[in-house]
């Protein structure tokens, strides 16, 4: 018999991961939600995403544009297959889906101080300077958000994003180009990683697959690819 190995293990409990886009605003972010029982979305200032708890039910594709309106642009994530007459597909990609490992060592960084709303600008600026992903003037209300900051700026940033049930994504990760190569992103995910272990939560991310060079070094923080996924937006019909 073949012993697990430390992502298998990290697997057990792991089935809300499947659908974490739907299992954060459903679970411990139902505060926030916004639809009924089928789809479900953020508010516009805090995240773009909207959730689809199964694309089974036929009326999915209804109920999605009876939430956001007509003629909406709309970010799906397990979206398979074609789109209703109506829609316009907009693009699309794969991503890929990490979770800690037994590998994972984590740690708290001393230079890290927690960010709030007084920072808000200055984590709008280095995310429009470094482009990690969707961010909005309030999606810092989702969870713990960190930075390191030099001479006053605010040079690299993390934090805390989907919350499905028992799980924490670590989000925003940013480094401006004048402080890159100095382990400031690494030490700010380990620090991010060891508050959420600290709640009894295990951490995740989320990566383009195009970005083989940040899934190797979440990889080499003792991070692992649990799965890949399929990423479209959409134009809802007008």
Not at 8 to 19: G, I, M, R
Not at 31 to 57: M, N
Not at 58 to 64: C, E, I, K, N, Y
Not at 137 to 144: A, I
Request: charged fraction near 25%; charge should be negative.
């Amino acid at each position: 018999m073949t012993p697990a190995s430390p992502l298998a293990a990290s697997h057990a409990d792991a089935t809300v991961l499947d659908n974490a886009a739907w299992h954060s605003p459903a679970g411990p972010h139902a505060s926030f939600a916004i639809g009924g029982d089928l789809v479900r979305r953020y508010p516009a200032d805090i995240a773009p995403f909207v959730a689809v708890r199964t694309w089974d039910e036929p009326g999915v594709w209804d109920a999605l544009r009876d939430l956001v309106g007509p003629g909406a642009e709309v970010g799906l994530s397990g979206c398979e297959g074609g789109i209703p007459e109506g829609w316009e597909y907009l693009g699309g990609g794969d991503g890929v889906q990490l979770v800690e490992t037994d590998a994972l060592q984590t740690r708290p960084d001393e230079e890290a101080i927690e960010l709030d709303a007084d920072d808000a600008a200055d984590m709008i600026a280095i995310v429009e300077r470094n482009q990690p992903g969707p961010f909005r003037p309030l999606t810092y209300e989702l969870g713990r958000y960190i930075g390191i900051r030099r001479e006053g700026r605010l040079v690299a940033m993390a934090g805390e994003r989907l919350h499905p049930a028992g799980w924490t994504e670590i989000s925003a990760v940013a480094v401006d180009a004048d402080h890159r190569r100095q382990g400031l992103a690494s030490r700010l995910v380990l620090d991010a990683a060891f508050h959420i272990q600290q709640r009894g939560d295990r951490a995740l991310l989320h990566a383009a697959a195009t970005n083989v060079n940040a899934i190797a070094a979440y990889e080499r923080l003792g991070f692992g690819v649990r799965r890949r996924d399929q990423f479209a937006a959409v134009r809802t019909p007008v």
